[in-house]
């Protein structure tokens, strides 16, 4: 797949060349005082681009006196747009001046950078439809190279290209995860999956909302998902690569349930991380753990989702619905019958040995996943069992979806259905609908005064462990309220938090790696550090800020204290430059769905 971030780099500096070499041909007077201008990062925007009609806004941090920007082909030779800066607002969080250059007016296609005299130029970007999908595309594809158990030629690959890591063939059964019928170092198949992030494990929970994501994309937008073609080993299948890529860890996750009673295995997993070794130099044991309501519940939830996706494709795949809805089913009965069962890894690591030291995904309260699960058994089977064995609406809170917390995902199926509900969910239904558009009018209140303009960052809150995750999942909930009403305010305030992602954010990284003049070339994430190769595997999102870096990992080369610039792209920081899989779905969510909705949103 060609990613644009390379090419886009030499087209700069292409750019630059052009610039040098003509001046004697420049304009006069203050624009030939623009052309002058030497390439400044103060100027902050989507690296990638804009769609014709949608807003265009760049934010340009720094002292200066403010005045006339000028958009300009990317030669720099013609001025095509002059505008007017904002005022100088302080930012929130450092109080950094800035001003705004909204040259949404400008909607000719073509190549070009944005130039203020006496700050400099910024970065080229294009100007043109399908602007996201190369970045929407590849974001699936971080996904292929996740994938274990599975050698990744070149021919798919390219130069990322390696050998198979962790064939799961031969997982051992952990103490904490004994039974009668599998005891203690009896041993398992579990192949497939994906690297959960930048180690080389596979947790259920943090599986759950990454799978439930992706196929919610394709619910939602088929239509363009069918389309997509990323060159995986399954293109060309008559069957969606983004399917078919959810299915290389569907497999897996069916393999941790215990057919016996139906509960599932919490993770599969070394004793302890490995170190910034390739995969195939992993060869550490590998165990599945103890069985867990969380992981159970979410295991439950993405079956039945499975089950109705790919009954569209059961000549491809006989029989997989069929399991997957059967597997769902056992998973909820097991999950009824041990409703609070929490993965407690210290508790455990007193009782069982070896002690197990990698990521928790630990959960205490588990009225959210039962929520998901039953809306989506309920979605899937027509049974009002499933609909009124939880309370739906137990109280007024909308939390934004994480891998604790999975309420809203439930909501987002029952509002996808909404014309298929039997009357038992009928009568929440407008509740439902009533709330997701109140939770996005929420987000997006005060936006216009922010000096990013952008529902991610109106609060401390939003720079967390994963906070690119945050922004991408407001996007989602953005566009569920898009979906219901048709109002372009919402589409356009996703555009931004898609936007925040590519580049205009405090640190002016585009946070998807291999996109951007300024992409993430660091991420802590163990085979773009071991594999010798300058660039990093593309398509995965970084991270990003988060308040609390400095005091969760062990990185020293951080250099602000201000929660929205709290970030360096350095291996080292895992507290703000790993990569995960529940990060990249919902940024596949985001870029595809306004690349799907881009015609209908006049974008």
């Given at each position: 797949?060609?990613?644009?971030?390379?090419?886009?780099?030499?087209?700069?500096?292409?750019?630059?060349?052009?610039?040098?070499?003509?001046?004697?041909?420049?304009?006069?007077?203050?624009?030939?005082?623009?052309?002058?201008?030497?390439?400044?990062?103060?100027?902050?925007?989507?690296?990638?681009?804009?769609?014709?009609?949608?807003?265009?806004?760049?934010?340009?941090?720094?002292?200066?006196?403010?005045?006339?920007?000028?958009?300009?082909?990317?030669?720099?030779?013609?001025?095509?747009?002059?505008?007017?800066?904002?005022?100088?607002?302080?930012?929130?969080?450092?109080?950094?001046?800035?001003?705004?250059?909204?040259?949404?007016?400008?909607?000719?296609?073509?190549?070009?950078?944005?130039?203020?005299?006496?700050?400099?130029?910024?970065?080229?970007?294009?100007?043109?439809?399908?602007?996201?999908?190369?970045?929407?595309?590849?974001?699936?594809?971080?996904?292929?190279?996740?994938?274990?158990?599975?050698?990744?030629?070149?021919?798919?690959?390219?130069?990322?290209?390696?050998?198979?890591?962790?064939?799961?063939?031969?997982?051992?059964?952990?103490?904490?995860?004994?039974?009668?019928?599998?005891?203690?170092?009896?041993?398992?198949?579990?192949?497939?999956?994906?690297?959960?992030?930048?180690?080389?494990?596979?947790?259920?929970?943090?599986?759950?909302?990454?799978?439930?994501?992706?196929?919610?994309?394709?619910?939602?937008?088929?239509?363009?998902?069918?389309?997509?073609?990323?060159?995986?080993?399954?293109?060309?299948?008559?069957?969606?690569?983004?399917?078919?890529?959810?299915?290389?860890?569907?497999?897996?996750?069916?393999?941790?349930?215990?057919?016996?009673?139906?509960?599932?295995?919490?993770?599969?997993?070394?004793?302890?991380?490995?170190?910034?070794?390739?995969?195939?130099?992993?060869?550490?044991?590998?165990?599945?753990?103890?069985?867990?309501?969380?992981?159970?519940?979410?295991?439950?939830?993405?079956?039945?989702?499975?089950?109705?996706?790919?009954?569209?494709?059961?000549?491809?795949?006989?029989?997989?619905?069929?399991?997957?809805?059967?597997?769902?089913?056992?998973?909820?009965?097991?999950?009824?019958?041990?409703?609070?069962?929490?993965?407690?890894?210290?508790?455990?690591?007193?009782?069982?040995?070896?002690?197990?030291?990698?990521?928790?995904y630990g959960d205490k309260e588990f009225q959210d996943e039962f929520i998901w699960a039953a809306s989506e058994l309920y979605a899937?089977?027509?049974?009002?069992?499933?609909?009124?064995?939880?309370?739906?609406?137990?109280?007024?809170?909308?939390?934004?979806?994480?891998?604790?917390?999975?309420?809203?995902?439930?909501?987002?199926?029952?509002?996808?259905?909404?014309?298929?509900?039997?009357?038992?969910?009928?009568?929440?239904?407008?509740?439902?609908?009533?709330?997701?558009?109140?939770?996005?009018?929420?987000?997006?209140?005060?936006?216009?005064?922010?000096?990013?303009?952008?529902?991610?960052?109106?609060?401390?809150?939003?720079?967390?462990?994963?906070?690119?995750?945050?922004?991408?999942?407001?996007?989602?909930?953005?566009?569920?309220?898009?979906?219901?009403?048709?109002?372009?305010?919402?589409?356009?305030?996703?555009?931004?938090?898609?936007?925040?992602?590519?580049?205009?954010?405090?640190?002016?990284?585009?946070?998807?790696?291999?996109?951007?003049?300024?992409?993430?070339?660091?991420?802590?994430?163990?085979?773009?550090?071991?594999?010798?190769?300058?660039?990093?595997?593309?398509?995965?999102?970084?991270?990003?800020?988060?308040?609390?870096?400095?005091?969760?990992?062990?990185?020293?080369?951080?250099?602000?204290?201000?929660?929205?610039?709290?970030?360096?792209?350095?291996?080292?920081?895992?507290?703000?430059?790993?990569?995960?899989?529940?990060?990249?779905?919902?940024?596949?969510?985001?870029?595809?769905?306004?690349?799907?909705?881009?015609?209908?949103?006049?974008?």
């Open positions: 797949m060609h990613h644009p971030t390379f090419t886009r780099f030499i087209y700069g500096l292409s750019a630059l060349f052009l610039f040098s070499c003509s001046s004697a041909q420049q304009e006069s007077g203050e624009t030939a005082q623009v052309a002058q201008q030497q390439l400044t990062e103060s100027i902050r925007l989507n690296q990638v681009g804009f769609y014709p009609n949608a807003t265009k806004v760049a934010v340009v941090v720094g002292e200066h006196s403010g005045g006339a920007f000028y958009v300009k082909t990317a030669d720099q030779q013609q001025t095509v747009y002059t505008g007017q800066l904002t005022d100088m607002k302080p930012g929130e969080f450092s109080n950094r001046p800035t001003r705004i250059a909204d040259f949404s007016e400008f909607k000719e296609k073509g190549n070009y950078v944005l130039a203020i005299p006496g700050v400099g130029h910024s970065y080229p970007f294009e100007i043109g439809q399908d602007i996201h999908r190369e970045a929407a595309a590849a974001s699936i594809k971080g996904f292929y190279y996740q994938r274990m158990s599975t050698d990744l030629p070149e021919t798919y690959a390219g130069k990322w290209a390696r050998a198979a890591g962790h064939p799961d063939t031969e997982v051992l059964i952990h103490p904490s995860a004994a039974s009668e019928q599998r005891p203690a170092a009896s041993k398992i198949s579990a192949p497939r999956g994906w690297y959960d992030a930048g180690d080389y494990n596979k947790y259920i929970v943090n599986s759950g909302i990454t799978t439930g994501t992706l196929l919610s994309a394709y619910e939602d937008f088929p239509e363009f998902y069918k389309t997509l073609e990323l060159n995986i080993p399954e293109s060309g299948n008559q069957v969606p690569d983004i399917l078919d890529e959810a299915l290389w860890n569907l497999r897996w996750m069916l393999a941790m349930q215990d057919s016996n009673d139906g509960g599932v295995y919490h993770k599969l997993t070394n004793p302890s991380f490995d170190g910034m070794v390739m995969p195939a130099e992993a060869t550490n044991p590998r165990y599945v753990v103890q069985k867990g309501t969380a992981a159970t519940l979410d295991f439950a939830a993405v079956m039945a989702q499975a089950s109705r996706v790919f009954r569209n494709y059961e000549k491809e795949f006989p029989g997989l619905a069929d399991s997957a809805r059967t597997a769902a089913v056992k998973a909820w009965n097991w999950a009824q019958q041990n409703p609070n069962v929490v993965y407690d890894q210290n508790s455990m690591n007193e009782q069982f040995k070896p002690e197990v030291s990698t990521g928790a899937t089977t027509k049974d009002d069992s499933y609909y009124k064995a939880v309370n739906m609406l137990p109280d007024t809170e909308m939390p934004l979806p994480s891998w604790p917390q999975v309420r809203l995902l439930g909501y987002y199926t029952l509002a996808r259905f909404a014309d298929e509900l039997t009357p038992a969910a009928q009568q929440d239904l407008p509740e439902i609908k009533k709330r997701i558009i109140a939770f996005a009018d929420e987000m997006i209140y005060g936006v216009s005064e922010r000096t990013y303009r952008t529902v991610m960052g109106k609060t401390e809150k939003d720079y967390i462990w994963g906070s690119s995750a945050v922004a991408a999942n407001q996007g989602i909930a953005l566009l569920q309220a898009y979906q219901l009403t048709s109002d372009k305010k919402y589409i356009d305030a996703a555009l931004a938090n898609l936007d925040y992602l590519l580049g205009r954010n405090a640190t002016g990284y585009s946070f998807l790696t291999g996109f951007g003049d300024k992409p993430i070339m660091h991420p802590h994430h163990r085979p773009s550090v071991a594999d010798g190769i300058e660039e990093p595997v593309p398509g995965l999102l970084s991270g990003g800020p988060n308040a609390r870096a400095d005091k969760q990992d062990n990185c020293t080369t951080y250099t602000t204290a201000f929660a929205d610039e709290m970030f360096t792209d350095n291996d080292c920081s895992y507290a703000s430059n790993e990569i995960a899989i529940n990060w990249n779905a919902p940024f596949v969510y985001l870029a595809g769905a306004i690349e799907a909705l881009q015609e209908k949103a006049a974008l």
